[in-house]
Every structure is written in C-alpha cells, then in structure tokens.
C-alpha cells in the first residue's frame, strides 16, 4: 500500500509485499521454543527423569528456593522399629499388641514395621474398635478406653516427653530415629523409636545446591527435634518439623508470599499439596501414584540426587530456547528491512525462510548430539 501511494506499479507493490510477507514467516519464531522443549522432554526421560509439563524447564532457571521433605524423599523411607519404651503398666509386648491393632489396616511405612514387628515377635495384635486415620496417627478404643498412637501433639504428649525422647534420639549415631507415642486417655504409656537412614549421595546434593546459591530448607511431618538432626547432619539450616501436610503447603505458599520462586521435592501422597502450591513441583518416585496434576517433574529412580541433574539440563534446554529466540531475532531484523528495500525476490525469501528454520532445528539438534555424547561418555566410564 505504501508503495502505491507513491505511485510503483501494482505488480512492484504486489511481489515487494509478497516477499515481505514470505521471509517474516514466524515459523523460526514458532519453532524456537517447542522445539526445544519437545527435545529436552525426549532427553530427560532416557535419563530417567518424567517431565509432565513443558514449562517445567522455564521455570527451573528461576527457582532461589528448594524445599525438601525429608521421609522417604532424603531419607530411605525404611522404618525399622528400634526401642519400645513402656512409661507405665505395661510392658513391651502390650505396647507392641496395642500399637498392631491401632495399625491394623493402615497403609504407611511406619504401620507396616509395626505389623512386621508384631509377627517376628509372634505377638497377637489387639482389638481396636472405631479406629481412624489422621495424618499424623492413628486414633481408635480398646476396652473403652481412648488410645491413640502418633505424633507428640497428636498423642497428647507433654513437653518434658517431648524432650526426654529427643534426649534419647542425640544418642543415636548410626540411624535416624523418629519417635512415636501411644496414650491412652491423653495419658502417655509408652514411646516406640523408629530408626531410618539417609539416602546415598543426598549430603552433597545439599552442597551442590547450595553452591548454586539456592537457599534449601526442609519440611516433614516428624517432630522437630528428628528434623534438626536430620537438618545438622546434611548443612540444612531451616528446618521445620510437626508439619502436616496442609502446613507443608502454607509454608510453601508464605515463601512465595514472601517473593520466593520455590521448588518443592518430596515422595508421598501427603505431599501433593505442597508440590500443587510450588513454583516448580518434583516428585521422587517410590512406587506411589501421585495425583496427575501434582508434579511437574517425576525423578523415576527415586534417587533425590536426580534434582541436581534435572537442574543442569533445565539450564542447557534454556540456553537453546534463548540461543534460538535470538537466531530468529536477528533473522526478523536483517532480512525484513532487506526484503522491504525490494533487494531481494519471493524465490529468494522462501529460501531465507527454509534456512532460519533449519538452523532452529539444527540447533536443537546439537542439544541432542551433545547429550548422546555425554550419556555416552558416562557410559563408558562406569564400563
């Protein structure tokens, strides 16, 4: 239109306007940024990581704040009763029936040792009748009596209990010991010492992190003094043990809140809330179906030190994304003002096209080349 008004002929405005509108084909543009998701999707899955949503990389590069739960996420998830302790009347093998049939049922770790517990012992789990399930216990009535068995505050346990059991835990040197409490009427009758263990590798996966200037912090359901041992033997400062799973995700949401951009990495269900109120959601499998819409990066191996992996591809995929936004930048901004000077035919625009496509896809390819490079590599080194 412009050129008609300045008096070209029709067929000069019409192929001028034409070849214009052929060389600024968004299609460089469109291809830059799934193209290269499309393959790093591709590449994390052979190494062992599920991204289930395509921003998940974007938003990688963003995150200052990692949050972690600690069981079954850094530490086993592998319960193994340790102690019973009676505080009352009763003896070893009444606390052990009792706390079999409060657990009679229940599907969690801590249950599970329990029951096993109770067989290996040949010990006959008690009657318990109207038992429910708490996210922090287990409540139920034997012989009319309230019992319950969990968590300090859930169990009803005072601050001297607390603390007596957080005296015997410091003892401990070779396991992590979280302690459960049975009451009976809001009167505590016994402590069971359940012992767990770190995950290989998860000690200097705190340290990498933090070397990328990421501030970790870790949450989990256990009582306060459990997590700070946990805490002081990975370098984690902020702890906060006692959290339900509703407050694991108000935590996150006041650190987001607070202008955080948060990422937060845990296992069980009880951690969906938490991993949906994240910027950046990442689940360690351990062969549990977590809601479809809870996480945005699986770490299918289980292996928490997958976090650091998924960190240093997130960055090379970015890199490629930026790398070919800019490409088609300056593709636009060379050859548009070419094509409106009249320099250059229709012909010749469609190749231009065709070539700032392929080097769009050619640079994403060289993602693909250098990660088959490197897998082959790690390959041959653990050969």
Same mark, same amino acid.
């Given at each position: 239109?412009?050129?008609? #008004?300045?008096?070209?002929?029709?067929?000069?405005?019409?192929?001028?306007?034409?070849?214009v509108l052929?060389?600024?084909?968004?299609?460089? #543009?469109?291809?830059?940024?799934?193209?290269?998701?499309?393959?790093?999707?591709?590449?994390?899955?052979?190494?062992?990581?599920?991204?289930?949503?395509f921003?998940?990389?974007d938003?990688?590069?963003?995150?200052d704040?990692?949050?972690?739960?600690?069981?079954?996420?850094?530490?086993?998830?592998?319960?193994?009763l340790?102690?019973?302790?009676? #505080?009352?009347?009763?003896?070893?093998?009444?606390?052990?029936?009792?706390?079999?049939?409060l &657990?009679?049922?229940?599907?969690?770790?801590?249950?599970?040792?329990?029951?096993?517990?109770?067989?290996?012992?040949?010990?006959?789990?008690?009657?318990?009748?109207?038992?429910?399930v708490d996210a922090?216990?287990?409540?139920?009535?034997?012989?009319?009596?309230?019992?319950?068995?969990?968590?300090?505050?859930?169990?009803?346990?005072?601050?001297? &209990?607390?603390?007596?059991?957080?005296?015997?835990?410091r003892?401990?040197?070779?396991?992590?010991?979280?302690?459960?409490?049975?009451?009976? !009427?809001d009167?505590?009758?016994a402590?069971l010492?359940?012992? !767990?263990?770190?995950k290989?590798?998860?000690s200097?996966?705190? /340290?990498?992190?933090?070397?990328r200037?990421?501030?970790?912090?870790?949450?989990?359901?256990?009582?306060?003094?459990?997590?700070?041992?946990?805490g002081?033997?990975?370098?984690?400062?902020?702890?906060?043990?006692?959290?339900?799973?509703?407050?694991?995700?108000?935590?996150?949401e006041?650190?987001?809140?607070?202008?955080?951009?948060?990422?937060?990495?845990?296992?069980?269900?009880?951690?969906?809330?938490?991993?949906?109120?994240?910027?950046?959601?990442?689940?360690v499998?351990?062969?549990? /179906?977590?809601?479809?819409?809870?996480?945005?990066?699986?770490?299918?191996?289980?292996?928490?030190?997958?976090?650091?992996?998924?960190?240093g591809?997130?960055a090379?995929?970015?890199?490629?994304?930026?790398q070919?936004?800019?490409?088609?930048?300056?593709?636009?901004?060379?050859?548009?003002p070419i094509?409106?000077?009249?320099?250059l035919?229709p012909?010749?625009?469609?190749?231009?096209?065709?070539?700032?496509?392929?080097?769009?896809?050619?640079?994403?390819?060289?993602?693909?080349?250098?990660?088959?490079?490197?897998?082959?590599?790690a390959?041959?080194?653990?050969?």
């Amino acid at each position: 239109l412009a050129l008609l #008004l300045q008096g070209a002929a029709f067929e000069q405005a019409f192929i001028r306007g034409l070849t214009v509108l052929v060389i600024s084909c968004p299609c460089a #543009l469109g291809l830059a940024v799934p193209l290269a998701r499309v393959a790093g999707v591709s590449l994390a899955a052979r190494r062992g990581i599920l991204v289930q949503d395509f921003s998940a990389f974007d938003r990688a590069g963003r995150i200052d704040t990692v949050v972690f739960d600690k069981t079954g996420t850094l530490t086993q998830g592998r319960w193994r009763l340790q102690s019973v302790l009676p #505080l009352a009347d009763l003896n070893e093998q009444d606390v052990l029936a009792l706390s079999a049939g409060l &657990e009679c049922g229940v599907d969690h770790p801590i249950a599970a040792e329990i029951q096993r517990a109770a067989k290996a012992r040949q010990i006959e789990a008690l009657s318990v009748e109207a038992a429910t399930v708490d996210a922090r216990g287990v409540a139920g009535r034997w012989q009319g009596r309230r019992v319950r068995l969990g968590s300090a505050d859930f169990a009803g346990a005072a601050g001297d &209990e607390q603390e007596a059991g957080a005296t015997l835990l410091r003892t401990s040197d070779t396991a992590i010991v979280s302690w459960v409490f049975l009451s009976m !009427d809001d009167r505590i009758v016994a402590r069971l010492g359940f012992g !767990d263990r770190l995950k290989p590798g998860v000690s200097p996966l705190i /340290q990498h992190l933090q070397a990328r200037l990421l501030d970790i912090l870790m949450v989990s359901g256990d009582s306060q003094a459990t997590s700070e041992q946990v805490g002081a033997m990975l370098g984690i400062k902020a702890v906060r043990g006692d959290c339900s799973p509703v407050e694991k995700a108000r935590f996150i949401e006041t650190l987001r809140r607070e202008g955080h951009s948060v990422a937060m990495v845990g296992d069980g269900v009880n951690d969906a809330p938490a991993l949906a109120s994240a910027d950046l959601s990442v689940a360690v499998f351990a062969g549990r /179906q977590l809601g479809e819409e809870a996480q945005a990066v699986t770490l299918m191996q289980g292996d928490p030190c997958q976090m650091e992996t998924f960190l240093g591809f997130a960055a090379r995929v970015n890199r490629k994304i930026e790398q070919n936004l800019w490409g088609s930048l300056i593709y636009n901004l060379v050859a548009i003002p070419i094509a409106m000077a009249g320099w250059l035919s229709p012909l010749v625009a469609v190749v231009a096209m065709l070539l700032s496509s392929l080097s769009v896809t050619g640079n994403t390819l060289l993602l693909i080349h250098g990660e088959n490079r490197a897998m082959l590599g790690a390959g041959r080194r653990e050969l």
